[in-house]
């Protein structure tokens, strides 16, 4: 059974900061590619960042310079660190991962519940 454990969200004012965790756990190979996603009220989920199991990190745009992604292997846990937030960052925010589990081939692709985080202005 593995899940994706999300931490780390909540209210802050703009300019404040937050560190988003999001921890694998059950039988696990390796992560291999890892990534949070968000979704706005009345908007899709879009990809905020993305870091793969050799360390090559994307970011969308708005966040370039405010957020830094980052991961754990040992601790099966990739971080979000976001600063300088503005209310335009308010979503759930979603950590996703590509797992390697054993005895099966490939990859799985699973998701954390999603941990609010709101900015008020």
């Known amino acids: 059974q593995v899940q994706l454990v999300e931490s780390g969200g909540g209210l802050v004012q703009a300019g404040g900061s937050l560190r988003l965790s999001c921890t694998a756990s059950?039988?696990?190979?390796?992560?291999?590619?890892m990534g949070w996603f968000r979704q706005a009220p009345g908007k899709k989920r879009e990809l905020v960042a993305h870091?793969?199991?050799?360390?090559?990190?994307s970011y969308t745009d708005p966040v370039r310079g405010r957020f830094t992604i980052s991961r754990d292997n040992a601790k099966n846990t990739v971080y979000l660190q976001m600063n300088n937030l503005k209310p335009e960052d308010t979503a759930v925010y979603y950590c996703n991962a590509q797992l390697s589990l054993p005895k099966l081939p490939g990859e799985y692709d699973y998701w954390g519940q999603g941990t609010q985080v709101t900015v008020s202005s």
């Open positions: 059950g039988s696990i190979v390796s992560m291999n590619g």
């Open positions: 870091i793969t199991s050799s360390g090559r990190i």
